[in-house]
């Protein structure tokens, strides 16, 4: 069974400081994706990695993926308040693109 | 461009009442259909998916059902909820080995 792990489940940041947050996964797979959850609201996709060493950079966000490690990362550059929301990863398995999810990062940024 | 189309938006039902969530997309033709359950807050749940009409997989047991009466159209149900059914509902498609895209969810209430 694919175990999907993320943690800690909640994190403090400061506004302008860097922080790293990480997505570990227990079976072989080439695909994994990032989502943002606004309170309330549905998912929103964020990065698609699709191969081993990959890497996406979207404003003060940037994943990565290490296939070898079962690891992906996503760096944040700089907080900032907007940034504040629920972070998952979610590995696919099967050509049916079933997605397992970790139980998600939640990020609050403070002045 | 895709759109994903949920509803009712929010439902509040008593316990031991049936139940009917629609999805559909838009824009699109054969895409993979998938519902996922989110409990407080946290994780999602993937409750079934399929990948074509009348092609059903379950991925937990459960007073749940799901059909596909047409290629666009994902429809969940239940004849008896129960108490524990209450979370926030999310329908998402994709194609094939590609990433998921998810609607506006439906959050129930079950009283």
């Known amino acids: 069974e694919l175990k999907v792990e993320q943690n800690p489940l909640f994190l403090s940041m400061q506004e302008g400081k860097n922080y790293t947050i990480y997505c570990n996964y227990s079976?072989?797979?080439?695909?994994l994706y990032w989502y943002r959850q606004d309170p309330g609201k549905s998912l929103e996709s964020l990065f698609v990695?699709?191969?081993?060493?990959a890497v996406k950079q979207e404003g003060r966000l940037m994943a990565s993926l290490d296939t070898k490690a079962r690891l992906s990362t996503l760096h944040i550059t700089a907080a900032v308040h907007d940034l504040s929301a629920t972070y998952f990863c979610a590995v696919a398995t099967g050509a049916n693109s079933k997605l397992t999810f970790g139980k998600g990062i939640t990020l609050s940024v403070r002045p | 461009s895709q759109t994903i189309h949920q509803w009712p938006a929010t439902l509040v039902q008593p316990v031991g009442s049936p139940l009917s969530l629609e999805c559909t997309v838009e824009?699109?033709?054969?895409?993979?259909l998938y519902w996922y359950r989110q409990a407080a807050g946290r994780g999602l749940q993937l409750l079934f998916y399929s990948v074509g009409i009348g092609q059903i997989s379950s991925e937990v047991p459960q007073n749940l059902s799901a059909s596909r009466p047409q290629d666009r159209q994902f429809i969940l149900s239940s004849k008896k909820l129960l108490l524990s059914d209450s979370g926030f509902y999310l329908c998402?498609?994709?194609?094939?080995?590609?990433?998921?895209?998810f609607g506006p969810g439906t959050r129930l209430t079950v009283l």
């Open positions: 998402a498609w994709s194609a094939p080995g590609v990433e998921q895209f």
């Open positions: 079976t072989t797979s080439d695909r």
């Open positions: 824009g699109t033709s054969n895409p993979n």
């Open positions: 990695l699709l191969s081993n060493g």
